[in-house]
């Protein structure tokens, strides 16, 4: 099970940071990502990170904003955002997918089994 939270309201180039917690796993055994979904959008990918942690990958549109990372001790992947922009503004889901290798990454919604609820990020201009 993965819990989604650290959405709100903020104005453009602010900051938020968002957590995903897994439950019932062992997320070190786990690529997390990170989707968003606008309204009215489909969803589209944001960041994912492979398993140990060493290998990332943004979406252009994030990419220098947006930090993904993660504390497998804690059972927990982040998404530090910065300079946001009101375009950001979505409801912020969290995957995750076992997979064998350690630094594998992955940027379709498809490849994930575990869904987290969203976390909604709203940002003013």
């Known amino acids: 099970q993965l819990q989604a939270c650290g959405g709100g309201l903020v104005q453009a180039g602010g900051s938020l940071k968002l957590s995903c917690a897994a439950s019932?796993?062992?997320?070190?055994?786990?690529?997390m990502g990170w989707f968003r979904q606008a309204p009215g959008k489909e969803r589209e990918f944001v960041a994912t990170i492979s398993r140990n942690g060493r290998f990332k990958d943004y979406a252009d549109s994030v990419r220098g904003r947006f930090t993904i990372s993660r504390d497998n001790a804690k059972n927990t992947s982040y998404l530090q955002m910065s300079d946001l922009k009101p375009e950001d503004t979505a409801d912020y889901h969290c995957a995750a997918v076992r997979r064998l290798h350690s630094n594998i990454v992955l940027r379709t919604s498809e490849s994930y089994d575990y869904w987290g609820q969203g976390t909604l990020v709203t940002v003013s201009s």
């Open positions: 019932g796993v062992t997320a070190n055994n786990y690529v």
